[in-house]
């Protein structure tokens, strides 16, 4: 995955040039690519809602990875933090950590990268390109929510409904069977922005799964002050991991990283209209309490899993 010499490398600003300034577009009501920094204006009433997260080759995909989805997942993670605070997402800064130059991968990458940009009518309005020795991109995203409206990690209440979008658990499961038909779950999330702005008046707390349901669902409860019981038959599954023994797919879905889905609770009167209105399927998965902790059951009865996910400092790392 580590791209290899061009015949005839490209120096930085050409290379700006090629790949990111000739497809970014103009930006309306401000300025892109090509000065000091960028501008942009606000629209009246809104607030700028900002994100960034870093993607390092060999630790956030596989180096078997293809470019495009490099590309397209890079921008993804950072557009479902913007979604999971019911924004909407408006433009992005791309920070390029390259250790050659590569005509081909960096075509494939920038194709990748603005299928989904064009996808959500975002535009990329500056970066920064440097060499180092392991490939590295950071992606800022920058989105509005009007006023007062975004939608944070504290604010569930004790009663509220538990709420997932898609099916949990494909990504993990595509990283440890790699060309399953789930591939495209690990490499091209989609970001659920459509899903996160209906929720705006709605969801009490919200966040992204990006390590595991049970450890990202622990940081709302954290954040609220809450707890929450799981009825881990209610879990929604993709066929595939349907098939499998149920404590493997349990596994798959509390554990499991790279989801990129939305969890969110919300008051119980609200579930018909969001459900009906929702751009993408939805399931209860549980109800939040007073009492704090995650509670996991199967048909009523406590169970016992690990639900510990995804942690960067862990010691086996
Ligand atoms: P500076 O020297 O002021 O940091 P740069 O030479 O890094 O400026 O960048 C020149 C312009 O190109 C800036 O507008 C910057 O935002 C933009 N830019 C640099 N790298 C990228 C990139 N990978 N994608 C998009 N824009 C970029
Ligand atoms: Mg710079």
């Not at 479902?80 to 997402?89: F, H, K, N, P």
């Not at 992606?139 to 944070?152: D, K, M, N, S």
């Not at 450890?215 to 002050?225: I, N, P, T, V, W």
Request: hydrophobic share 40%.
């Amino acid at each position: 995955m580590v791209p290899t010499p061009s015949v005839t490398p490209l120096g930085e600003f050409d290379l700006i040039a090629a790949y990111f300034q000739s497809r970014a577009g103009q930006v309306s009501q401000g300025l892109g690519i090509g000065d000091d920094a960028a501008l942009l204006t606000p629209p009246p009433g809104q607030q700028l809602v900002i994100s960034t997260d870093t993607l390092v080759a060999g630790r956030h995909f596989p180096l078997t990875t293809d470019a495009f989805s490099i590309g397209w997942k890079s921008l993804a993670v950072n557009l479902s933090d913007l979604a999971a605070m019911g924004a909407e997402a408006t433009s992005f800064l791309l920070a390029l950590s390259l250790p050659q130059h590569d005509s081909e991968w960096l075509e494939a990458f920038s194709e990748g990268l603005f299928a989904l940009a064009n996808q959500t009518g975002i535009q990329l309005i500056g970066g920064d390109t440097t060499r180092s020795p392991v490939l590295s991109l950071t992606i800022t995203a920058l989105g509005w929510v009007p006023a007062g409206q975004a939608v944070c990690r504290q604010g569930m209440q004790p009663g509220d409904l538990l709420v997932v979008s898609g099916t949990p658990g494909d990504a993990a499961y595509a990283l440890k069977h790699p060309g399953s038909p789930l591939q495209s779950r690990l490499d091209r999330p989609q970001p659920r922005l459509r899903l996160g702005q209906r929720l705006r008046g709605h969801a009490s707390s919200m966040l992204d799964i990006s390590d595991g349901l049970a450890q990202d669902l622990s940081h709302l409860l954290r954040a609220s002050g809450t707890g929450a019981v799981i009825e881990l038959a209610k879990l929604p599954f993709s066929p595939i991991l349907m098939a499998l023994p149920e404590t493997e797919r349990w596994a798959y879905a509390l554990q499991g990283g790279d989801d990129y889905e939305l969890c969110f609770s919300l008051p119980a009167v609200h579930w018909p209209a969001v459900c009906r209105e929702s751009p993408v399927p939805l399931t209860v998965i549980g109800y939040s309490t007073a009492e704090p902790g995650l509670v996991l059951h199967h048909h009523g009865l406590p169970v016992s899993l690990p639900t510990r996910g995804y942690q960067h400092f862990d010691s086996a790392d």
